[in-house]
C-alpha cells in the first residue's frame, strides 16, 4: 500500500467549480506538502503545514485554499477553479527535521483538468 | 533567497556510458541538497542527499552526486547508465536556515540503447 495516497488521481471538471483534492499519509510525518507540477516549470509549492495547527502559504497559493484535518490528511480545494490551474498536483510529507535534512515523501499525483 | 538550477532540459547517453546531470544553486546559508527521479505517472522518489561531511554521496540505483562548494554545484552522476535510468529528475535545495525545498526545473535523461 502507498504511504501517500492522492485522490483522486484524475479529475476533469469545468471552469467556476469547486474542486477537493485529498491527501492521507500511513508515514506519521509531521510536516505536510501541496505543489503543483507543470512542464518545464518544475514543482512549485502551493501550501505547507508543520502541523495539525500550522498552515503557511507557499510561492502560489492564490486561488487555492487547504485543510489539515488531521496529522495524517492534507486538503487542497480550488474555490472556483480557472483552466491554468489545470496541472499534475502532487501532496508530499516529511518527518520533523532533527537536523538531517529529512527528505520528502510524495504521492503519485492528481491530474487536474479544468474547461 | 535560495535557488537552484538545471541547465540541460534534457540529456542523452548511450547505455553503458557514464551520465551526468548538472545542478547548481544558490543559498545564504549552509545547503542541503537533494535529487530526486520521477517515473512516468509516478511522484518524485528520493535518490540522494547532502548535508555535510564526504563530498561524493552516494544513493539509490548506483547513482552518486558530488558536492562542490567553490562551484556552488551538486551533479548527479552514474557510471554506467542503464536503459531504465531514463526519467526525469530534479534537484533540490534547502538553506539550514528555512524550511522550505526549492526544487529545479528539472531535466530529462533518455538512455538509448
Known amino acids: 500500500d502507498a504511504d501517500v495516497t492522492q485522490t483522486p488521481r484524475n479529475r476533469i471538471t469545468k471552469t467556476g467549480k469547486r474542486i477537493m483534492l485529498e491527501c492521507s499519509q500511513t508515514?506519521?510525518?509531521?510536516?505536510m506538502y501541496w505543489y503543483r507540477q507543470d512542464p518545464g516549470l518544475g514543482l512549485r509549492l502551493i501550501y505547507y503545514?508543520?502541523?495539525?495547527?500550522?498552515?503557511n502559504k507557499g510561492e502560489i497559493s492564490d486561488g487555492y485554499s487547504v485543510s489539515r484535518q488531521a496529522q495524517a490528511k492534507f486538503s487542497l480545494s480550488l474555490e472556483s477553479a480557472i483552466p491554468n490551474q489545470t496541472a499534475l498536483y502532487f501532496c508530499a510529507t516529511s518527518s520533523r527535521d532533527s537536523g538531517a535534512g529529512q527528505p520528502q515523501h510524495f504521492g503519485d499525483g492528481t491530474r487536474l483538468s479544468i474547461l | 533567497a535560495q535557488s537552484v538550477a538545471q541547465p540541460e532540459d534534457q540529456v542523452n547517453v548511450a547505455e553503458g556510458n557514464p551520465l551526468t546531470v548538472k545542478c547548481t544553486y544558490s543559498?545564504?546559508?549552509?545547503?542541503?541538497l537533494f535529487w530526486y527521479v520521477q517515473y512516468p505517472n509516478r511522484g518524485l522518489q528520493f535518490l540522494l542527499k547532502?548535508?555535510?561531511?564526504?563530498?561524493l554521496v552516494k544513493g539509490s540505483y548506483g547513482f552518486e552526486a558530488e558536492f562542490n562548494k567553490s562551484q556552488t554545484s551538486f551533479h548527479l552522476k552514474k557510471p554506467s547508465a542503464l536503459v531504465s535510468d531514463s526519467a526525469l529528475y530534479f534537484c533540490?535545495?534547502?538553506?539550514?536556515?528555512?524550511?522550505?525545498?526549492?526544487f529545479g526545473k528539472g531535466t530529462r535523461l533518455h538512455i538509448l540503447p
Open positions: 503545514s508543520f502541523d495539525v495547527k500550522d498552515i
Open positions: 508515514k506519521g510525518h509531521d510536516r
Open positions: 547532502y548535508i555535510t561531511g564526504d563530498n
Open positions: 533540490a535545495v534547502r538553506d539550514s536556515r528555512d524550511d522550505k525545498i526549492i
Open positions: 543559498v545564504s546559508g549552509n545547503p542541503y
